[in-house]
């Protein structure tokens, strides 16, 4: 069984992502992406910003889940997880890359305006010392319930 785990908070670096910004056109063109839907250039922070600039949870929880889902998704046919886990925020990449979720989607929830409202959410409420977790897996619903039984 492979299983990938996908971190939270805590895992961010200046220069993550940068290397695959820079070599892989899916990859570039996901940070693109991200970079419109969020409204503001995150790429230029994630490669040459500060530590404090990747310490703001604005900034931080959508730059790790990017450089998570992005990592996994330029890895094509080479991912194929039995299972995929994430730690706290981790657990978004955990759901995009398993396909539960969608990196981006038109007029519905994606991962990436999911992960970018959440790190709003937790900066308006900073005292919320909350704890989550993620597991997606092949099985289905239905399939999960019948052996929770």
Known sequence: MKAYV??????????MGKDL???????KEMFE??????????TDLMFAGTDEDLRQTKVTQPAIF????????TLGDQFKPDMTAGHSLGEFSALVAAGALSFFRRRTCSGIQTCYG????????????????????????RDLRKHRR
């Open 6 to 15: 996908f971190p939270g908070q805590g895992a961010q670096f200046v220069g």
């Open 21 to 27: 910004y820079e070599n892989n056109p899916l990859a």
């Open 33 to 42: 992406k991200a970079n419109e839907i969020l409204g503001f250039r995150i």
């Open 66 to 73: 990017l450089h998570s889902v992005i990592l996994a998704k």
């Open 118 to 141: 959440d790190a709003e959410s937790l900066r308006s409420h900073p005292l919320d010392n909350g704890c989550r977790s993620g597991i997606a897996g092949r099985k289905s619903r």
